[in-house]
């Protein structure tokens, strides 16, 4: 029987301007995307925006993770101020207007 799990790729990239090598850890994904996507990658490499279209998705990814990130935090915030002000009412209620 084979071991069909998956191993994780790292990659060697230098460190810029030090001539050593640094370890980030990297997976390989392999994704489909519209054309219309791709075509507006390449526009964006060719007029030298990204340096090719891996650094314009990693940043993409970037951004969104942390945009993402952000908005859960508010929401988390916001569910926990609802809980307050429910615990707060139900304390009123036991408090106030039972008999």
Do not use: C
């Not at 219309?36 to 998705?57: G, M, Q, T, W, Y």
């Not at 993770?65 to 304390?91: F, G, H, P, W």
């Amino acid at each position: 029987m084979s071991d069909k799990r998956k191993s994780k790729k790292v990659y060697m990239t230098p460190k810029i301007g030090t001539g050593t090598l640094m370890k980030p850890e990297t997976e390989k994904i392999t994704i489909r995307v519209p054309t219309k996507f791709v075509n507006a990658l390449d526009f964006l490499v060719e007029v030298d925006d990204f340096p090719s279209r891996s650094e314009a998705i990693r940043a993409a990814i970037r951004d969104l993770v942390y945009s993402r990130v952000d908005m859960v935090m508010d929401k988390i915030k916001k569910m926990q101020e609802a809980e307050r002000s429910l615990t707060s009412m139900k304390e009123f209620e036991t408090q106030y207007l039972k008999k």
